[in-house]
Nanobody
């Protein structure tokens, strides 16, 4: 089975930093795009940042200049460094791996992590 396991969430004061990690496992051959999404209470899930296997990145306008996404293809792991956090960054953060190829799978598939809570206090 392919699984994504997230870590690194928590409570931080405004202006602080957190680093999220997400590791994919399950006889992974390749992963096309890995990304982070977030969902605040009463709001839709939104893209925060994404990175291709080649290193191309995409960020939501609200996090540009504050968040940095990176990945280690050898470890099938994606990271999200979050600096200058704001209370409006409070949400459950979900890792996504898109077009995952695994020896367990017949076709490439997309997977989500279980989510990690980030709370930013004033």
């Amino acid at each position: 089975q392919v699984q994504l396991v997230e870590s690194g969430g928590g409570l931080v004061q405004a202006g602080g930093s957190l680093r999220l990690s997400c590791a994919a496992s399950g006889r992974i051959i390749s992963i096309n795009v890995m990304g982070w999404y977030r969902q605040a209470p009463g709001k839709q899930r939104e893209l925060v940042a994404a990175i291709t296997s080649g290193g191309s990145t995409n960020y939501a306008d609200s996090v540009k200049g504050r968040f940095t996404i990176s990945r280690d293809n050898a470890k099938n792991t994606v990271y999200l460094q979050m600096n200058s956090l704001k209370p409006e960054d409070t949400a459950v953060y979900y890792c996504n791996a898109d077009k995952v190829r695994s020896s367990y799978l017949t076709l490439p598939s997309s997977y989500w992590g279980q989510g990690t809570q980030v709370n930013v206090s004033t």
